[in-house]
T-cell receptor, first 115, second 114 residues
Framework: DAGVTQSPTHLIKTRGQQVTLRCSPK?????VSWYQQALGQGPQFIFQYYEEEERQRGNFPDRFSGHQFPNYSSELNVNALLLGDSALYLCASSSRSTGLSYEQYFGPGTRLTVT | AQSVSQHNHHVILSEAASLELGCNYSYGGTVNLFWYVQYPGQHLQLLLK??????LVKGIKGFEAEFIKSKFSFNLRKPSVQWSDTAEYFC????????????FGIGTKLQVIP
């Protein structure tokens, strides 16, 4: 049973560029949440997708956008990158349809470095 | 808005010592509470959770946590730590119902010395 997978593992971008991160949820899961974890901090909620719609959003600017596909996989897009966007980006999946939407399984993360 | 406070950012213990990591949350209503662990080089894993019922919950690897509603606390405990418990521990909270975000604390790094 494959867990949550994320790609790429590491990424280096320049200020002003755009980046797309990808996530495949655990088998049987239908909900995907994205988090940003800066160095020395806990994960900060970015947004959650269910049924291909953004259902809840944290305190992140519109430069952060996402998408969920019919197969439940998801993308996180960040435009106009800033140095402060350097962080570990975590994807978490859960199953809303089974009533266990709060039991999240996390992927290994994508380490984004903005120079 | 929800918030989570973890009081100890870095804890160093010897093997067999007892562990208690503090967690307090701020939220006026019913909450779900979680402890996650991140072992070196691994991703976040759910250690234990509280949704309702018995306020003393048991998780994996001998960990337990007690929900004290009057104190808005959900402290993590283990009677005797092992070197393999060296990891970072995160307390988290969310409000049940709807599409509720999960709010994490800053984390506590636990180092167990053999």
């Amino acid at each position: 049973d494959a867990g949550v997978t994320q790609s790429p593992t590491h990424l280096i971008k320049t200020r002003g560029q755009q980046v797309t991160l990808r996530c495949s949820p655990k088998s049987g899961h239908d909900t995907v949440s994205w988090y940003q974890q800066a160095l020395g901090q806990g994960p900060q909620f970015i947004f959650q997708y269910y049924e291909e719609e953004e259902r809840q959003r944290g305190n992140f600017p519109d430069r952060f956008s996402g998408h969920q596909f019919p197969n439940y996989s998801s993308e996180l897009n960040v435009n106009a990158l800033l140095l402060g966007d350097s962080a570990l980006y975590l994807c978490a999946s859960s199953s809303r349809s089974t009533g266990l939407s709060y039991e999240q399984y996390f992927g290994p993360g994508t380490r984004l470095t903005v120079t | 808005a929800q918030s989570v406070s973890q009081h100890n950012h870095h804890v160093i213990l010897s093997e067999a010592a007892s562990l208690e990591l503090g967690c307090n949350y701020s939220y006026g209503g019913t909450v779900n509470l979680f402890w996650y662990v991140q072992y070196p080089g691994q991703h976040l894993q759910l250690l234990l959770k509280y949704f309702s019922g018995d306020p003393l919950v048991k998780g994996i690897k001998g960990f337990e946590a007690e929900f004290i509603k009057s104190k808005f606390s959900f402290n993590l405990r283990k009677p005797s730590v092992q070197w393999s418990d060296t990891a970072e521990y995160f307390c988290a909270v969310n409000a049940p119902g709807g599409y509720q975000k999960v709010t994490f604390g800053i984390g506590t790094k636990l180092q167990v010395i053999p």
